[in-house]
């Protein structure tokens, strides 16, 4: 998913999520975000 940006044939898939890229995180920096993360699809409760 990190490289999706670079293949021109999926930025449609990119769009439609709203974004432009991926990018790798830790969890360290989303700490205390599970607030508003519970509403993105896919977070555990």
Same mark, same amino acid.
């Given at each position: 998913?990190?490289?999706?940006?670079? *293949?021109? =044939?999926? $930025?449609?898939?990119?769009?439609?999520?709203g974004?432009?890229? /991926?990018?790798?995180? *830790?969890? =360290?920096e $989303?700490?205390g975000?599970?607030?508003?993360?519970?509403?993105? /699809?896919?977070?555990?409760?």
């Open positions: 998913m990190l490289k999706l940006h670079e *293949n021109p =044939a999926l $930025i449609d898939v990119l769009t439609e999520l974004t432009a890229q /991926f990018v790798k995180t *830790n969890v =360290a $989303i700490a975000n599970e607030r508003m993360l519970r509403r993105v /699809f896919g977070y555990p409760k």
